[in-house]
Protein backbone atom coordinates (compact mmCIF):
# COMPACT_ATOMS: atom_id res chain seq x y z
CA UNK A 1 0.00 0.00 0.00
CA UNK A 2 2.58 2.06 0.71
CA UNK A 3 4.47 1.77 -2.30
CA UNK A 4 1.50 2.74 -4.37
CA UNK A 5 0.95 5.88 -2.76
CA UNK A 6 4.64 6.83 -3.31
CA UNK A 7 4.49 6.07 -6.93
CA UNK A 8 1.24 7.98 -7.20
CA UNK A 9 1.54 10.62 -4.99
CA UNK A 10 4.14 12.92 -7.32
CA UNK A 11 1.87 11.79 -10.43
CA UNK A 12 -1.14 13.50 -8.94
CA UNK A 13 1.26 16.22 -7.92
CA UNK A 14 2.68 16.86 -11.84
CA UNK A 15 -0.78 16.96 -12.79
CA UNK A 16 -2.17 19.44 -10.43
CA UNK A 17 0.63 21.75 -11.10
CA UNK A 18 -0.11 21.20 -14.87
CA UNK A 19 -3.56 22.80 -14.67
CA UNK A 20 -2.29 25.35 -12.59
CA UNK A 21 -0.01 26.57 -14.92
CA UNK A 22 -2.78 26.44 -17.76
CA UNK A 23 -4.81 28.75 -15.85
CA UNK A 24 -2.33 30.96 -15.28
CA UNK A 25 -1.28 30.93 -19.13
CA UNK A 26 -5.08 31.25 -20.02
CA UNK A 27 -5.53 34.16 -17.93
CA UNK A 28 -1.96 35.87 -19.25
CA UNK A 29 -3.44 35.63 -22.76
CA UNK A 30 -6.74 36.82 -22.03
CA UNK A 31 -5.06 40.13 -19.95
CA UNK A 32 -3.07 40.37 -23.83
CA UNK A 33 -5.93 40.42 -25.77
CA UNK A 34 -7.62 43.29 -24.11
CA UNK A 35 -4.83 45.47 -24.61
CA UNK A 36 -4.76 47.45 -27.48
CA UNK A 37 -1.60 49.45 -28.50
CA UNK A 38 -1.61 52.28 -31.03
CA UNK A 39 1.30 55.35 -31.43
CA UNK A 40 0.74 58.65 -32.52
CA UNK A 41 -2.75 58.93 -31.73
CA UNK A 42 -5.46 62.03 -31.88
CA UNK A 43 -8.50 61.79 -29.93
CA UNK A 44 -11.24 64.58 -30.56
CA UNK A 45 -13.89 64.94 -28.25
CA UNK A 46 -17.03 67.05 -29.83
CA UNK A 47 -20.73 68.46 -28.06
CA UNK A 48 -23.47 69.65 -30.63
CA UNK A 49 -21.16 69.90 -33.77
CA UNK A 50 -18.49 71.84 -31.85
CA UNK A 51 -14.43 70.18 -31.32
CA UNK A 52 -14.28 70.50 -27.17
CA UNK A 53 -10.93 68.64 -27.20
CA UNK A 54 -8.17 67.12 -28.89
CA UNK A 55 -6.23 64.91 -26.68
CA UNK A 56 -2.68 63.48 -28.75
CA UNK A 57 -0.20 61.12 -27.58
CA UNK A 58 2.84 59.27 -28.97
CA UNK A 59 1.26 56.42 -27.93
CA UNK A 60 -2.16 54.81 -26.13
CA UNK A 61 -2.99 52.18 -24.46
CA UNK A 62 -6.31 50.45 -24.74
CA UNK A 63 -7.47 47.99 -22.21
CA UNK A 64 -11.13 46.81 -22.26
CA UNK A 65 -11.89 45.44 -19.18
CA UNK A 66 -14.95 44.17 -18.54
CA UNK A 67 -15.59 46.45 -15.32
CA UNK A 68 -13.71 49.04 -15.87
CA UNK A 69 -12.38 50.25 -19.44
CA UNK A 70 -9.40 52.62 -20.12
CA UNK A 71 -6.71 54.34 -21.80
CA UNK A 72 -3.41 55.03 -20.81
CA UNK A 73 -0.39 57.45 -22.19
CA UNK A 74 2.96 56.63 -20.53
CA UNK A 75 4.73 58.45 -23.34
CA UNK A 76 3.09 61.53 -22.27
CA UNK A 77 -0.28 63.64 -23.19
CA UNK A 78 -1.42 67.11 -24.71
CA UNK A 79 -4.62 68.21 -24.37
CA UNK A 80 -6.37 70.65 -26.35
CA UNK A 81 -9.25 72.52 -25.10
CA UNK A 82 -11.24 74.73 -28.29
CA UNK A 83 -13.74 77.59 -28.01
CA UNK A 84 -17.21 77.57 -30.08
CA UNK A 85 -15.25 79.56 -33.35
CA UNK A 86 -12.78 76.51 -33.44
CA UNK A 87 -9.80 78.60 -31.55
CA UNK A 88 -7.74 76.86 -28.74
CA UNK A 89 -8.62 78.65 -25.56
CA UNK A 90 -5.84 76.42 -23.44
CA UNK A 91 -4.02 73.61 -23.74
CA UNK A 92 -2.84 70.90 -21.19
CA UNK A 93 0.46 69.06 -21.10
CA UNK A 94 1.56 66.05 -18.75
CA UNK A 95 3.91 63.04 -18.74
CA UNK A 96 1.48 60.39 -17.84
CA UNK A 97 -2.61 60.27 -18.66
CA UNK A 98 -4.98 57.62 -18.00
CA UNK A 99 -8.74 58.11 -19.00
CA UNK A 100 -11.28 56.54 -17.57
CA UNK A 101 -13.91 55.61 -20.34
CA UNK A 102 -16.85 55.15 -18.93
CA UNK A 103 -16.25 57.52 -15.95
CA UNK A 104 -15.53 60.30 -18.74
CA UNK A 105 -12.64 61.66 -16.75
CA UNK A 106 -8.93 62.05 -17.17
CA UNK A 107 -5.95 61.95 -15.09
CA UNK A 108 -2.63 63.43 -16.05
CA UNK A 109 0.08 63.36 -13.50
CA UNK A 110 3.78 64.28 -14.06
CA UNK A 111 4.97 67.45 -14.32
CA UNK A 112 1.39 68.91 -15.46
CA UNK A 113 1.07 72.14 -16.66
CA UNK A 114 -1.84 74.55 -18.08
CA UNK A 115 -1.76 77.05 -20.33
CA UNK A 116 -4.38 79.86 -21.24
CA UNK A 117 -5.03 82.60 -23.62
CA UNK A 118 -4.79 85.29 -21.13
CA UNK A 119 -0.81 83.53 -20.71
CA UNK A 120 -1.77 81.94 -17.07
CA UNK A 121 -0.04 78.64 -15.99
CA UNK A 122 -0.43 76.56 -13.84
CA UNK A 123 1.69 74.08 -12.76
CA UNK A 124 0.92 70.88 -10.36
CA UNK A 125 1.97 66.80 -10.36
CA UNK A 126 -1.83 65.84 -10.97
CA UNK A 127 -4.68 66.94 -12.39
CA UNK A 128 -8.53 65.52 -12.99
CA UNK A 129 -10.16 66.71 -16.21
CA UNK A 130 -13.96 65.47 -15.97
CA UNK A 131 -15.14 65.55 -19.55
CA UNK A 132 -18.74 65.77 -18.55
CA UNK A 133 -18.64 69.09 -15.88
CA UNK A 134 -16.10 70.19 -18.56
CA UNK A 135 -13.99 71.13 -15.05
CA UNK A 136 -10.62 70.33 -13.72
CA UNK A 137 -9.01 69.98 -10.41
CA UNK A 138 -6.67 69.18 -8.25
CA UNK A 139 -5.98 68.85 -4.54
CA UNK A 140 -2.18 68.69 -4.54
CA UNK A 141 0.07 71.58 -4.66
CA UNK A 142 -0.40 74.02 -6.93
CA UNK A 143 1.43 77.49 -8.97
CA UNK A 144 -0.55 79.89 -10.78
CA UNK A 145 1.09 82.11 -12.26
CA UNK A 146 -0.67 85.63 -14.51
CA UNK A 147 0.61 88.75 -15.61
CA UNK A 148 -0.03 90.88 -12.07
CA UNK A 149 1.09 87.71 -9.31
CA UNK A 150 2.48 84.27 -8.59
CA UNK A 151 -0.04 82.02 -6.52
CA UNK A 152 0.96 78.93 -4.52
CA UNK A 153 -1.09 76.65 -3.24
CA UNK A 154 -3.19 73.61 -2.53
CA UNK A 155 -5.99 72.41 -4.15
CA UNK A 156 -8.01 74.17 -7.34
CA UNK A 157 -10.65 74.06 -9.31
CA UNK A 158 -11.15 75.90 -12.62
CA UNK A 159 -13.14 75.31 -16.20
CA UNK A 160 -11.36 73.19 -18.41
CA UNK A 161 -10.61 76.80 -20.66
CA UNK A 162 -8.52 77.87 -16.98
CA UNK A 163 -10.28 81.20 -17.24
CA UNK A 164 -12.15 80.87 -14.09
CA UNK A 165 -9.87 79.60 -11.43
CA UNK A 166 -9.77 78.91 -7.57
CA UNK A 167 -7.18 77.94 -5.49
CA UNK A 168 -8.59 76.28 -2.80
CA UNK A 169 -5.79 76.64 0.37
CA UNK A 170 -3.99 79.56 -0.30
CA UNK A 171 -0.42 79.30 0.97
CA UNK A 172 1.62 82.33 -0.94
CA UNK A 173 1.09 85.14 -3.10
CA UNK A 174 4.25 86.97 -5.00
CA UNK A 175 2.98 90.60 -6.78
CA UNK A 176 4.99 91.52 -9.65
CA UNK A 177 6.13 95.03 -10.31
CA UNK A 178 5.17 97.02 -12.49
CA UNK A 179 8.52 98.80 -13.29
CA UNK A 180 11.40 98.11 -12.45
CA UNK A 181 12.31 101.28 -10.59
CA UNK A 182 10.81 99.87 -6.92
Not at 21 to 39: C, G, M
Not at 114 to 132: I, P, S
Request: glycine fraction near 4%; include cysteine; charged fraction near 25%.
Amino acid sequence: MRLILILILPVLIISCSNRDTEKYRSKKLDAAASREVADNVTIEYTDSGFLKAKVKSPQMVAVKQVKNPFVEMTKGVRVDFFREDGMIESYLTAEYAISYTEKKKIIVRQNVEVLNVKGDTMTTEELVWNQATQRITTDKFVTIRTKTQTIFGYGMESDQSFNDWEIGNVKGTINKSNSGND
